[in-house]
């Protein structure tokens, strides 16, 4: 070992706190560090490598164990590539992909109920302009309160509260 590092120079090195540094050795994502005879842990540099690759790993959202799958794979490979990260790369980037769509349908619906006005869930529910996706049930309550309450729109002109009187666009 060139380099010999304590736990807490490890630690600080690679960005995490000590209890990460022990949890992931725990855990086999990180090699037993040899002792000293005093039973502190001691670290080579490649430690510090290692503990950087994880936690640019979850940021990409693997999981600890997604990340120790492809640790395992990548001390088997013996120079081969891994092909392991590609298919688990590719798995993960049409889930990012599914949830940015999630997220641009969440949004789009959130603006449209900012900009229709709707300032009350229940009185936006039984509104027909309202662009929250009830289920199939409530919109059949909808379609008859409607009925009731014909005219209306869903910001009130008079309402104080109301996406007209804050100044949001319709």
Do not use: W
């Not at 706190?17 to 090699?31: D, F, K, P, S």
């Not at 997604?66 to 013996?78: I, P, S, T």
Request: overall charge negative; some cysteine.
């Amino acid at each position: 070992m060139s380099t010999s590092l304590r736990s807490g120079q490890v630690a600080e090195a690679a960005g995490v706190n000590i209890q990460t540094l022990r949890h992931y050795e725990r855990r086999g994502l990180l090699a037993e560090p040899e002792r000293t005879h005093g039973g502190h842990r001691l670290y080579g540099e490649e430690a510090v490598t290692a503990l950087r690759v994880i936690k640019a790993a979850q940021r990409l959202g693997f999981t600890l164990a997604e990340v120790a799958e492809l640790l395992e794979a990548g001390r088997h490979r013996h120079g081969r590539p891994v092909a392991g990260l590609q298919d688990r790369a590719a798995a993960k980037l049409a889930e990012v992909d599914a949830k940015i769509a999630d997220l641009t349908t969440i949004r789009t619906t959130l603006a449209a109920a900012v900009d229709v006005g709707c300032h009350d869930l229940a009185n936006c529910a039984s509104s027909d302009c309202c662009p929250l996706p009830f289920t199939d049930l409530a919109d059949n309550d909808r379609a008859s309160v409607t009925q009731a309450l014909s005219g209306r729109s869903c910001a009130e002109p008079g309402d104080p509260s109301s996406a007209a009187a804050v100044g949001v666009p319709r």
